[in-house]
Each structure stands twice: as structure tokens, then as C-alpha cells.
Antibody, heavy 115, light 108 residues
């Protein structure tokens, strides 16, 4: 069974940093692209970033480019999202998602940016 | 950037057919995916590549895509289908994933 479990969310002040992790199991992690998608409470889904299977290719939404960094550790079946210079508008539930076709989603981790 | 437009809400009586549309420039040339999200839960894919159903998704769910509109159709709507539905494509360069704003399906 495919499982994606996010962790690392919480409350952070504007300008601060946070690192999300997503532990994957039940599939060949090292062969899968991975994404982060976020959802502001009560609002829609917004794609944030993608990393290729071997970690050599990353891409970001314009709203987070230069502030967020996606990475992965295939030995530990884990993908990360390092979030720096956080803003109030980054407040959202962050989902870890598998595959080029976004076929499996984690349950999400809430990030709240507030003073 | 590529924009997908969905109506905020659709209402339908139980047993009837719900049609949820997703508009985009020449969306018929793209592969459209649909997700169902119930309150407090992660999204679940219900249609991929315009009209294919993942295993476990009832045959009541179907999709089509042509011109500037893609459509998710739910036949014989049940109370359990009440949820938010999102369409999604990859942009023209294929390097950004784009979601519609979502449609809330209410079963009367």
C-alpha cells in the first residue's frame, strides 16, 4: 500500500524558516517524481514544486521560487521542502504527492505563518 | 501562465446527473485529470487522461475533453459524492502543474 506521511509543519513567524519532510513507503520511491502541493484553508489546490526521481531536476511555482527548495534522499525514501523567508500568504496545508500524474497524496501538514 | 476556470458550485438532486466543467484555452489538446476532495481529506484522483478511471472509482464517474472545455460527469449522484472537485493539467511547457479553482458539488 502506498503511504505518504508529511511532518514538520507548525507555527512560524513571518521571515522565518521551516522544513517539511515526507516519508514514503509501499512503492519504488527512487523511480518516482515527487511534488508538493498546497491548499490555503478553505481555498483551492496550488502546485508548489516538483523533483525528478534522481533529484537532478527541480522546478517551482513563481510564488515560491528563490525561497523554497525541494530535495530528496532516496536512501531514506524521503522528500523535503525547505521553506525560507516565509510570508503570511504561505499559510496552507502542504501535501506531498507522488508521480508525474499526481496519483497518490499524503494527508498534509499545516504550516501557519503568523506573528 | 495557463488558467483553468471552474464554476464555484453545482447542485444536483440524488439520482440525477451532475456535470462539472473546466475551461481553458485549447484544453482539448491537453490531458485533463480530475480530483475529488472531501472535507478534511486529501484529494483522490477520479479521472485521468481526460476519461480514464483509476481502479476503485465507480463507473458513474466519466470525463470528456474537447475544444476549450473538459467535463466531469457523475451519473446517478449519491450523497457520498458531495465534495470539491478539481481539474488539473500540465501547462504548455509541461513543467508546471495547474489546478482549476475547484467546484463544490452539493447533493440536494
Amino acid at each position: 500500500e502506498v503511504q505518504l506521511v508529511e511532518s514538520g509543519g507548525g507555527l512560524v513567524q513571518p521571515g522565518g524558516s521551516l522544513r517539511l519532510s515526507c516519508a514514503a513507503s509501499g512503492f519504488t520511491f527512487s523511480s518516482s517524481w515527487m511534488h508538493w502541493v498546497r491548499q490555503t484553508p478553505g481555498k483551492g489546490l496550488v502546485w508548489v514544486s516538483r523533483i525528478t526521481a534522481d533529484g537532478s531536476g527541480t522546478i517551482y511555482a513563481d510564488s515560491v521560487k528563490g525561497r523554497f527548495t525541494i530535495s530528496r534522499d532516496n536512501a531514506k525514501n524521503t522528500v523535503f521542502l525547505q521553506m525560507n523567508r516565509l510570508r503570511a500568504e504561505d499559510t496552507a496545508v502542504y501535501f506531498c504527492v507522488r508521480g508525474e500524474s499526481l496519483d497518490y497524496w499524503g494527508q498534509g501538514s499545516l504550516v501557519t505563518v503568523s506573528s | 501562465s495557463y488558467v483553468l476556470t471552474q464554476a464555484p458550485s453545482v447542485s444536483v438532486a440524488p439520482g440525477r446527473t451532475a456535470s462539472i466543467t473546466c475551461g481553458g484555452d485549447k484544453i482539448g489538446s491537453k490531458s485533463v485529470h480530475w480530483y475529488q476532495q472531501k472535507p478534511g481529506q486529501a484529494p483522490v484522483k477520479v479521472i485521468y487522461h481526460d476519461s480514464d478511471r483509476p481502479s476503485g472509482i465507480p463507473e458513474r464517474f466519466s470525463g470528456s475533453n474537447s475544444g476549450d472545455t473538459a467535463t466531469l460527469t457523475i451519473s446517478g449522484v449519491e450523497a457520498g459524492d458531495e465534495a470539491d472537485y478539481y481539474c488539473q493539467v500540465r501547462d504548455s511547457n509541461g513543467d508546471h502543474w495547474v489546478f482549476g479553482g475547484g467546484t463544490k458539488l452539493t447533493v440536494l
